[in-house]
C-alpha cells in the first residue's frame, strides 16, 4: 500500500514539484495550501508522513506543529523552510520535528529524507 | 424627425446666441465632460487590458510549472521534442517571455542540486537568453538590469562587453546588479570592477557587495588592492572589510592612514583598528587627538574606552574644550568608567591637575 504524505506548502511552484517528484518516487500525496485546510485534511485522513513550510497563511507554521504533535503524535514531520537561522532550527526540532530541509532544496535529497523519515518511524514501532 | 447634423447646427447657433458668460460656461462644461470621459475610458481600457495581462500570466504560469517539472523529474518526457514545442505554442510574445523568465527564476530560487542545471537548460532552450541579451543592448536601464539579475541568479556567462558600461551607469540599480553579476561570476578577482568605477560608491553599493561577498564561495580578495583608490568611498569601504575578513596582514597600512589627509578616511581607519583590537593605535590617536575634528574626538574617546587605560583619558583632558558638551558628557562618563568612584566634581579636579601637569 502507498505511503501518504500531506505536503503543507503556499507556492503554487514548490507544491507542483514535491507532488511531482513525491508521486515519482510512488507516494500518494495530498495538498494543503494553508494551515487550516491542513487542519482539515488531518483529521479526514491518516497520513505517514507530513512535509510542511513554517510561513504559512491563518495558521503559521509552529501553531501547525504544535497541534499535529498534541493530536497526532505518531505522524513524522519535515519541516521545509526558508528560515536559516539557527535558533528557527532549533525551535522547530525542539517542538519534535523530525527534519528541517532549508530551501533552496534538492529534490533527490528530500526524497531521500522522506524515505528515512517514513522508514525510521516505521522500524520504530515495528521495535515496540 | 430632426436630422443629427441639423441638430447639431441648431445647438451651435444657440450657443452662440447666449451670453458670452454662459457661452464660455458651457463651452468650458462640454471640454471637461468630454476629457472626462476619455480618462474614464483611459482608465477602464487599462483595468482591462491589466486583468487580461494577469489573467495570461496565471495561465501561463501553471503551464510553465507544468512543463518545468515534466522537464525536471519525469524520464519520460521527450524534453528536446517538448521544449521546441512549448516554445512555439506558448511562448509567442515578449510579455510571454517575461512570465517564463520569471517562473525560471522561481525555480531557481527554489530548487538546488542537480536541478541547477536543468533550470539553465530549459532557459537556455525557451531561447531566453537570446531575449535578454536583446534587452542588454537596449536603451532602458530597468530592462538592462532585470536581465543582469537573471544571469547572476542563474548563474549563466554572458560577454563582459555587454556587462561593463553598466559598472558605471547612472543608474544605482543597474550598477549594483553589474556589481553582482561580476562578483558572483569571477573566479578570482570578485572586486575588480572596483578599478573600473569612474564615480564614487554609494553606502547602498557597499551595503550590497558586503553582503554578495558572505555568499561568495571563492577565496576572500585582498582589500589592501584597492585602498588607494582615488575615491574615499571604495577607500573606507576595503578599510571595513580589511577589519570583517581579519586581514590583519594590512595593519601597518591602516596604522599609516591614521594620518590620511582626508578625516572621513581617519576615521575609518580608527573604527577598522579598533574593531580589529590593535592597542598601538591608542598612541597615534593621543597625539592626534589636539588636531582632530569633534567627531573624530569622539571616535577616540570611544577607542580609549574599548581598549584604553585611564592614564590614556588622563592624557587627551587637557585638550577636551569645556563648551563642547559631547566631548565632555563623554569625557565624564569614560572618567566613571575606569573610576566608578569619581564624582563629576573630582573628575574636574583631576582634570585640572592634568592641565597644571602639562603645563
Known sequence: MKKKILVIEDNPMVVKSLEFKLLKEGYDVSIAIDGRSAMEQLEANNFDLILTDLMLPFVSGSQLIEHIKKNHPNIPIIVLSTATQEDIITDAFNMGVDDFITKPFSPNELALRVKRSIGSFKNQFSHK | ?359
Open chain 2, 1 to 359: 424627425m430632426v436630422s443629427p447634423f441639423f441638430l447639431k447646427m441648431n445647438l451651435a447657433s444657440d450657443i452662440h446666441e447666449l451670453p458670452p458668460i454662459l457661452e464660455i460656461n458651457l463651452v468650458l462644461t462640454i471640454i471637461f465632460f468630454v476629457f472626462t470621459l476619455l480618462l474614464i475610458s483611459l482608465i477602464l481600457y487599462l483595468r482591462v487590458h491589466k486583468n487580461i495581462a494577469n489573467r495570461r500570466r496565471e495561465e501561463l504560469d501553471l503551464l510553465l510549472i507544468d512543463f518545468i517539472n515534466n522537464y525536471l523529474f519525469n524520464e519520460e518526457f521527450d524534453n528536446s521534442k517538448e521544449i521546441k514545442a512549448f516554445k512555439k505554442k506558448h511562448l509567442k510574445t515578449n510579455f510571454d517571455k517575461r512570465v517564463a523568465v520569471s517562473q525560471i527564476l522561481v525555480f531557481a530560487e527554489n530548487l538546488k542540486g542537480e536541478t541547477s542545471s536543468v533550470i539553465q537548460e530549459v532557459f537556455l532552450g525557451l531561447g531566453l537568453y537570446d531575449f535578454l541579451i536583446s534587452d542588454l543592448k537596449k536603451k532602458a536601464w530597468f530592462k538592462k538590469a532585470k536581465a543582469l539579475f537573471v544571469f547572476y541568479q542563474l548563474n549563466i556567462k554572458i560577454p563582459m562587453s555587454l556587462v561593463e558600461p553598466a559598472i558605471n551607469s547612472n543608474r544605482n540599480e543597474l550598477r549594483q546588479q553589474a556589481f553582482l553579476y561580476l562578483l558572483h561570476n569571477s573566479t578570482e578577482n570578485p572586486l575588480g570592477f572596483l578599478g573600473k568605477l569612474i564615480t564614487p560608491l554609494t553606502l547602498w553599493e557597499q551595503i550590497y557587495i558586503e553582503n554578495a561577498l558572505k555568499g561568495y564561495p571563492g577565496e576572500t580578495p585582498d582589500f589592501s588592492r584597492w585602498i588607494y583608490h582615488e575615491f574615499s568611498s571604495v577607500a573606507i569601504f576595503c578599510m571595513k572589510m580589511m577589519a570583517d575578513y581579519n586581514q590583519f596582514e594590512h595593519i601597518p597600512i591602516l596604522l599609516k592612514f591614521l594620518n590620511h589627509e582626508k578625516p572621513e578616511i581617519r576615521q575609518q581607519a580608527i573604527l577598522s583598528l579598533r574593531q580589529m583590537e590593535i592597542s598601538e593605535i591608542l598612541q597615534i590617536l593621543i597625539e592626534n587627538f589636539p588636531k582632530e575634528n569633534t567627531l573624530l574626538k569622539q571616535e577616540i574617546l570611544k577607542t580609549i574606552g574599548k581598549m584604553g587605560l585611564e592614564k590614556h583619558l588622563q592624557a587627551i583632558a587637557p585638550y577636551i574644550n569645556k563648551e563642547n558638551g559631547i566631548l565632555t558628557v563623554e569625557h565624564q562618563r569614560l572618567a566613571r568608567y575606569f573610576n566608578p568612584k569619581t564624582s563629576i566634581t573630582e573628575n574636574n579636579i583631576f582634570t585640572n591637575n592634568v592641565q597644571r601637569g602639562h603645563s
